[in-house]
C-alpha cells in the first residue's frame, strides 16, 4: 500500500511526507521541482533515514498522470499538495493557475475515479473565506467570492472534489490551512522560498539574517488591538501530523460523510506586531521594520476554531508561536550557512 504526495518536497507536502515515514507508511512523491528541489529528498531520508520513492513529473501531463497510476497500482491514497500558490503571480497571470491548479486535480480524479476504492486529501486554505464575519472562523462559515484566482482555485478545488465524490467511489478531506510557519526542529528541511518573500515570516528571517534591509508591516490602522492584522500561525509538522490522521480516518472508513472539511490552525490570533516581537525575544535580535501602507487584498482578521479538528479529527496544534518562530530561525540560519 502506497500514499501519492504530490508536491512533496514542497515546504508542506515534505513536512508531511516525514510524518508519514513515521507512522510507517511507503511514501510516492510526484513533483516537477517548479517551486523545490531534489535536495530535499536527501533532507527526509537524512530525518526518517528512509528514502521516498520520487517521480519528476509534472502532473499537468495528462499522460503521465495516467502511466503514474499504471506503474503504482497500489495507491491506497493521495495527499494533493501540487499547485502554485502565490496570490498576487494569479492575478497577473490566472491562467497559469487555473491550468497548474484545477487541470492536475481533474487527472488526478480521472485515475482514482476508476479504483475500487479511493482517497484523496485535498490542500485547501481559509482563503477561501476571505474576511469571515465571525472570529473564530467554524467550517460553516460562507465560502466568499474569492479574492483572487489563487484562492479561486481553491474554491473550485472543493466543488470538484465534492461533485466527483457524488458518483465515484473516491471519499475526500478537505484541509483548509491557516497559516503555515516554521520547519522541521532538525532544520534539514523548511521552507525554500524562490526570490523575495511575499510571506511574513520568511521575510522576517531573511530580514534579520541581512538578506532583506527590513521588513514592512502593511499597516497598522486596522480594527484590531495594535492596529495590525491578526492571522492563525500554525506550526507546519502541526499541519503535517494532521494530513496523517486525516489519511488514517480515511483508510479506516472511520469518515462520516463521502467529504469532509476541517480547519487547520492553532486556534489562536497573532497580529504582525505580536509576531515580530515573538521572533525578537526568541532570536534575540531586533528586527528593523517600518510601518507602509496596506497590501492590497489583505484581510484584517482570520483565526481557526478547531473544535472540528479537534474533537472529529482527533487533533489539536502543539506547538506555540515561539516554538514555531525558533524552528523558523534555525532553518533559516542552517541554510545561510550551507550558501
Ligand atoms: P510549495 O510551493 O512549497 O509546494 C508545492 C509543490 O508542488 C512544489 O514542490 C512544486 O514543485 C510542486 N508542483 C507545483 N506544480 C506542480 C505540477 N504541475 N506537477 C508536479 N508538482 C508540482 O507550496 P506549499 O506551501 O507546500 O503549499 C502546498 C499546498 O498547500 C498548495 O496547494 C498550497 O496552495 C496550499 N496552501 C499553502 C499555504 C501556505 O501558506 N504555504 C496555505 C494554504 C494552502
Ligand atoms: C500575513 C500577514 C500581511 C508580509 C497568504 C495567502 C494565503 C496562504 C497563506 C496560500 C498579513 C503581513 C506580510 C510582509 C507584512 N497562502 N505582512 N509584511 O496574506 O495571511 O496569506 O499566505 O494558500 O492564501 O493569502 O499570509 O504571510 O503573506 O501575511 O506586514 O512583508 O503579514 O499583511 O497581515 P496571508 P502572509
Known amino acids: 500500500m502506497k500514499i501519492l504526495v504530490t508536491g ?3 515546504f508542506i507536502g515534505s513536512h508531511t511526507v516525514v510524518e508519514l515515514q513515521n507512522e510507517g507508511f511507503e511514501v510516492v512523491i510526484v513533483d516537477n521541482l517548479s517551486n523545490s528541489s531534489k535536495d530535499v529528498l536527501g533532507g ?3 530525518i526518517t533515514k528512509r528514502k521516498p520513492l520520487f517521480e519528476n513529473i509534472d502532473l499537468r501531463d495528462k499522460k503521465a498522470v495516467q502511466e503514474l497510476f499504471a506503474t503504482y497500482s497500489d495507491i491506497a491514497g493521495v495527499i494533493h499538495f ?9 492575478v497577473e497571470n490566472p491562467l497559469l493557475y487555473y491550468e497548474n491548479n484545477i487541470n492536475t486535480l481533474v ?4 485515475e482514482l475515479q476508476s479504483k475500487p476504492k479511493a482517497n484523496i486529501i485535498f490542500s485547501s486554505s481559509c482563503t477561501v473565506y476571505g474576511q469571515a464575519e465571525e472570529m473564530p472562523i467554524t467550517e460553516n462559515a460562507p465560502v466568499q467570492q474569492a479574492m483572487s484566482p489563487y484562492g479561486n482555485t481553491k474554491q473550485m478545488g472543493e466543488e470538484i472534489i465534492t461533485d466527483v465524490v457524488k458518483v465515484s467511489d473516491i471519499n475526500a478531506v478537505l484541509l483548509r490551512y491557516f497559516n503555515p510557519i516554521g520547519s522541521h526542529p532538525s532544520a534539514e528541511i523548511g521552507e525554500l522560498p524562490l526570490g523575495v518573500p511575499q510571506n511574513l515570516v520568511p521575510f522576517i528571517t531573511q ?7 527590513e521588513l514592512s508591516v502593511y499597516g497598522d490602522d486596522y480594527p484590531t488591538a495594535d492596529g495590525t492584522a491578526v492571522r492563525d500561525y500554525i506550526h507546519v509538522v502541526d499541519l503535517a501530523k494532521a494530513h496523517v ?18 480547519n487547520i490552525g492553532t486556534g489562536t490570533g497573532s497580529s504582525v506586531l505580536e509576531v515580530i516581537h515573538a521572533f525578537e525575544k526568541v532570536s534575540g535580535q531586533k528586527l528593523p521594520y517600518k510601518i507602509v501602507g496596506r497590501r492590497e487584498g489583505d484581510i484584517t482578521e482570520a483565526y481557526a476554531n478547531t473544535d472540528k479538528a479537534n474533537t472529529v479529527l482527533g487533533w489539536q496544534a502543539k506547538s506555540t508561536l515561539e516554538e514555531a518562530l525558533a524552528s523558523a530561525w534555525k532553518w533559516e540560519q542552517k541554510i545561510r550557512e550551507k550558501k
Open 207 to 213: 530580514t534579520a539574517m541581512g538578506i532583506r534591509k
Open 44 to 46: 527526509i531520508e537524512c
Open 245 to 262: 490522521v486525516a489519511l488514517q480516518r480515511l483508510l479506516q472508513n472511520k469518515n462520516e460523510a463521502k467529504v469532509e472539511t476541517f
Open 107 to 110: 487527472y488526478l480524479l480521472q
Open 8 to 10: 512533496g518536497l514542497g
Open 82 to 90: 501540487a499547485a502554485s500558490k502565490a496570490v498576487g503571480e494569479s
